[in-house]
């Protein structure tokens, strides 16, 4: 049994989403997705509106500690919180967004991870999680949320494309703004998240495990 193996199955029963160990660990991990979430900065190939921050970390480690219901829970209630405090920019379209793409990568992620908790079953959930994100919000962003934003801004979705035109020119339309900025963005995302996750999530187990009881 390996290192990371032997980090994740601990002796202690269980933690059940709805249990008080559940509810508890859920609170907590969503209040740092929530801090993490206010920590972001653009990518040097994506328009100023698309961010990167790495509040889908904790939701990567509930959902692999709890399963896939309690991290698609951490993702909500990470968002919840930042409205409640921060309200929104974007009359929701921005943490709607953020949403279904966080739970793209989650739920396929924490699903594969689950059925059997291995080191090799991490990776490739996370690959699986990584790869549904991005062609999810590829898709979502094509044909969802880019009309959404031109509708909750005023603007004509040329404006659009030129803001990615503004940081490549190869960017002329809807469908290589896609290509070249949001496909790129997330995968990129996806590829930190996972490395970090693969670090941190044998370190951490332990010790979430032990204030917890979780598994």
């Known amino acids: 049994m390996n290192e990371f193996t032997k980090a994740v199955r601990q002796k202690q029963p269980p933690a059940r989403v709805f249990s008080v160990n559940g509810i508890a660990q859920i609170g907590m991990l969503s209040g740092i997705a929530f801090i993490l979430m206010l920590i972001e900065f653009p990518l040097w190939f994506a328009p100023g509106f698309y961010k990167l921050d790495l509040s889908e970390l904790p939701v990567l480690l509930g959902g692999f500690a709890l399963g896939p219901a309690a991290g698609v ?10 409205l409640a405090f921060n309200g929104t920019a974007t009359n929701g379209v921005g943490e709607f967004a953020n949403l279904l793409i966080g739970c793209a990568l989650v739920l396929p992620a924490s699903a594969v991870y689950k059925s059997h908790k291995t080191k090799k079953n991490a990776v490739i959930g996370l690959a699986c999680g990584t790869l549904m994100m991005t062609v999810a919000g590829s898709l979502l962003n094509a044909y969802l949320l880019l009309p959404m934003y031109s509708a909750v ?3 004509p979705m040329e404006a659009l494309v030129a803001m990615g035109s503004a940081v490549n020119p190869a960017i002329n339309n809807v469908s290589t703004f896609v290509l070249l900025a949001v496909a790129p963005f997330n995968l990129f995302k ?3 998240l996972s490395v970090i996750t693969m670090i941190v999530y044998k370190k951490l187990s332990p010790a979430l495990h032990g204030l917890f009881g979780g598994r």
């Not at 951490?74 to 919840?80: G, H, P, R, V």
């Open 73 to 82: 829970l951490i993702e909500l209630f990470k968002i919840l919180l930042n």
């Open 153 to 155: 801004f005023h603007m």
């Open 190 to 192: 996806g590829v930190l």
